[in-house]
Nanobody, 123 residues
Framework: QVQLVESGGGLVQAGGSLRVSCAAS????????MGWFRQAPGKDREFVAA????????NYADSVKGRFTISRDNAKNTVYLQMNSLKPEDTAVYYC????????????????WGQGTQVTVSS
């Protein structure tokens, strides 16, 4: 079992940068591919990015490709999402999740979830 806690959200102006983190507890963290999802008010939870257990493979939604970077540090049991060139449409609650494959993009395919961290981008 894996417990996940996100942090680092906040308010940023359009064009700015923010890094959110997800700290995991449990000795099996390094065996899980990890993903980031986001959910804006009134919208479904959508895939943002995923990373393989080793960090060697990544997968991005088209809407964030080239702006966001997912990474992980297995020694620190932490996964990160660096967000650059932020847009107002990036405003959402960001969730990390532990899944089964870096290729998976649907929320129901992920097994463990954090509580989320709010990211707000002002125009």
């Amino acid at each position: 079992q894996v417990q996940l806690v996100e942090s680092g959200g906040g308010l940023v102006q359009a064009g700015g940068s923010l890094r959110v983190s997800c700290a995991a507890s449990g000795r099996t963290f390094s065996t899980y591919p990890m993903g980031w999802f986001r959910q804006a008010p009134g919208k479904d939870r959508e895939f943002v990015a995923a990373i393989s257990w080793s960090g060697g493979s990544t997968n991005y939604a088209d809407s964030v490709k080239g702006r966001f970077t997912i990474s992980r540090d297995n020694a620190k049991n932490t996964v990160y999402l660096q967000m650059n060139s932020l847009k107002p449409e990036d405003t959402a609650v960001y969730y990390c999740a532990a899944g089964r494959s870096v290729t998976l993009r649907h929320a129901h395919e992920y097994d463990y979830w954090g509580q989320g961290t709010q990211v707000t981008v002002s125009s």
